[in-house]
């Protein structure tokens, strides 16, 4: 089973390296890897250009202007050839080299199964070897979307014909267009989804939706907007709560 990653950069050299060694070091080998880059002007390209001998043929790449992550996102979905699509951002790297024969496995096993997702965590570059965060997706359940809780998003892998048959990110949001695409997968489409109890990805923390207060503010306004698009009731209150939910994730 060949499996897609997508990985938008902009800027990225301080740590796309990380991200294309832990691809590299997947024991699963049937790979197509893209990095969408979006008009880098350090060295990144450098980078991942210098990395293509080592993939042997499975990394692709495209450098040029873009509306944004999600825009590059839907770049690569339209690009990649696996049965199985996936996303890692350029600063986050996987936590195991068995992340995506666990995906394939999962998926062989199951023709019917449309997704799997799992469990992701965050550091510091100051101190990698400390968990300061571990986001479980175990408890999700679609009616929990209506709270602002979804799938670790870099741990959710889909087969490519999902993103086909039911469209790629929308680009009327700045931040919330992954959790988009979930109310749009689990609500409105109702895929079949598994949780696999496995660390996909480890994070940097800093992310574009919890910088600061300002992105929450946005993210709250862009949740409540997608959850109307799909008939799901929500409002300012419930989708806070996830924020309330996160201080139990800490790993003080």
């Known amino acids: 089973m060949k499996i897609s990653i997508i990985t938008a950069t902009y800027n990225s050299a301080s740590t796309i390296k990380d991200t294309l060694e832990s691809v590299l070091s997947q024991s699963h080998k049937d790979i197509d890897y893209w990095i969408i880059d979006g008009g880098s002007k350090d060295a990144t390209m450098d980078?991942?250009?210098?990395?293509?001998?080592?993939?042997?043929?499975?990394?692709?790449?495209?450098?040029?202007?873009?509306?944004?992550?999600?825009?590059?996102?839907?770049?690569?979905?339209?690009?990649?050839?696996?049965?199985?699509?996936?996303?890692?951002?350029?600063?986050?790297?996987?936590?195991?080299?068995?992340?995506?024969?666990?995906?394939?496995?999962?998926?062989?096993?199951?023709?019917?199964?449309?997704?799997?997702?799992?469990?992701?965590?965050?550091?510091?570059?100051?101190?990698?070897?400390?968990?300061?965060?571990?986001?479980?997706?175990?408890?999700?359940?679609?009616?929990?979307?209506?709270?602002?809780?979804?799938?670790?998003?870099?741990?959710?892998?889909?087969?490519?014909?999902?993103?086909e048959k039911y469209g790629v990110y929308s680009l009327d949001y700045k931040i919330a267009a992954d959790y988009d695409m979930m109310v749009r997968l689990f609500v409105r489409h109702k895929i079949k989804a598994r949780y696999l109890p496995l660390d996909f990805v480890t994070m940097r923390t800093g992310g574009a939706s919890t910088k600061n207060l300002r992105s929450r503010m946005v993210l709250v306004k862009e949740d409540i907007k997608a959850c109307r698009k799909y008939g799901v009731y929500t409002n300012s209150l419930f989708i806070c709560m996830k924020f309330l939910y996160k201080i139990f994730e800490l790993k003080l």
Not at 81 to 93: A, E
Not at 138 to 154: E, I, N, Q
């Open 47 to 163: 980078i991942v250009r210098s990395y293509g001998p080592s993939f042997g043929g499975r990394l692709h790449w495209i450098s040029e202007k873009d509306r944004g992550i999600y825009d590059a996102m839907n770049k690569g979905l339209l690009k990649c050839t696996g049965d199985v699509v996936g996303i890692l951002n350029s600063d986050d790297f996987f936590t195991s080299s068995d992340i995506l024969g666990r995906v394939a496995s999962a998926m062989e096993a199951d023709s019917q199964l449309d997704a799997v997702y799992g469990d992701i965590h965050f550091i510091h570059d100051a101190a990698p070897e400390r968990v300061v965060r571990y986001y479980s997706s175990k408890r999700f359940a679609p009616r929990w979307l209506r709270f602002g809780f979804m799938p670790a998003h870099p741990s959710f892998y889909a087969r490519r014909q999902v993103f």
